[in-house]
T-cell receptor, first 112, second 114 residues
């Protein structure tokens, strides 16, 4: 079965609001986590990553939080914009392996 | 743009046929990974090539095979196509083995098997 899952398949937010996309994983050996954004008809685009020795990492308008105790990962997008509308995937790899395990994705829809 | 190019972008095959998909990695990247993405699903790892050798493989049958060339470009071959092989095939390049580095994905080749 999948080791990575998402709590919500779809998320609708208003432009300017903050978005939070959640992800659960089951493999305790996972030590590297990445968030990808995939727009329609395109390949996944790297957003931000975090290693298991950290619990928070910030980028431009995005923050990833990692809670290893409950095996939970979240992506926060500040001041969500229409261009943020896409499917967001979390992915993990155990023991810095060679394969990323992706979840099914959350569709983010930003409404005006 | 990631600098990873894939061809063809779309193709239609019939069951039992064979297909070859191609990928040019980003300049300077020596590792290519292939993923299969079924409609509405997340990508699934097929295999990875590093310096022309298969470096790791996911849960895919032997009829999925690949090559990496000295210029680090790569091919994915699928024999005896089945209906369930219909998917978007993504190529990703990176520098070095493993998934620890950032993967740069191409826009994929969409395969339809009839």
């Amino acid at each position: 079965g999948e080791s990575v899952g998402l709590h919500l398949p779809t998320l609708s937010v208003q432009e300017g609001d903050n978005s939070i996309i959640n992800c659960a994983y089951s493999n305790s050996a996972s030590d590297y986590f990445i968030w990808y954004k995939q727009e329609s008809g395109k390949g996944p685009q790297f957003i931000i990553d975090i290693r298991s020795n950290m619990d928070k990492r910030q980028g431009q308008r995005v923050t990833v939080l990692l809670n290893k105790t409950v095996k939970h990962l979240s992506l926060q997008i500040a001041a969500t914009q229409p261009g943020d509308s896409a499917v967001y995937f979390c992915a993990e790899t155990p023991n810095s392996g060679y394969a990323l395990n992706f979840g099914k994705g959350t569709s983010l829809l930003v409404t005006p | 743009e990631t600098g990873v190019t894939q061809s063809p972008t779309h193709l239609i095959k019939t069951r039992g046929q064979q297909v070859t998909l191609r990928c040019s990695s980003q300049s300077g990247h020596n590792t290519v990974s292939w993923y299969q993405q079924a409609l509405g699903q997340g990508p699934q790892f097929i295999f990875q090539y590093y310096r022309e050798e298969e470096n790791g493989r996911g849960n895919f049958p032997p009829r999925f095979s690949g090559l990496q060339f000295p210029n680090y470009s790569s091919e994915l071959n699928v024999n005896a196509l089945e209906l369930d092989d219909s998917a978007l095939y993504l190529c990703a390049s990176s520098l070095g083995q493993g998934a620890g580095g950032e993967l740069f994905f191409g826009e994929g080749s969409r395969l339809t098997v009839l």
